[in-house]
Nanobody, 119 residues
């Protein structure tokens, strides 16, 4: 059974930094795109960033230049480095990955980790 588990969330001051991690585990043949999404209170979940299996990255305009997505394929990990976060970045952050567990690729989600940006 495939699982995605996020870690690294918490309280961070505006202008600080925080790194989120997400570990994939289970019977995994291959991992395609991995990404981060977030959902603020009262808002819909929104896309933050994506990284392909060969390292190509894309970012939402709202985080471009401040957040960096990376991955370690051998460890089945994806990261989100959050620099200069602002209060509007406060949200539950979710890891998402397209994983082939033997029956073709399908999307999986983590349970989410809370990030609060406040002084």
């Amino acid at each position: 059974q495939v699982q995605l588990v996020e870690s690294g969330g918490g309280l961070v001051q505006p202008g600080g930094s925080l790194r989120l991690s997400c570990a994939a585990s289970g019977s995994i043949f291959s991992i395609g795109n991995m990404g981060w999404y977030r959902q603020a209170p009262g808002k819909q979940r929104e896309w933050v960033a994506t990284i392909s299996s060969c390292g190509n990255t894309n970012y939402a305009d709202s985080v471009k230049g401040r957040f960096t997505i990376s991955r370690e394929n051998a460890k089945k990990m994806v990261y989100l480095q959050m620099n200069s976060p602002q209060p509007e970045d406060t949200a539950v952050y979710y890891c998402q990955a397209n994983i082939d567990a033997g029956l073709g690729y399908r999307g999986y989600w983590g349970q989410g980790t809370q990030v609060t940006v406040s002084s």
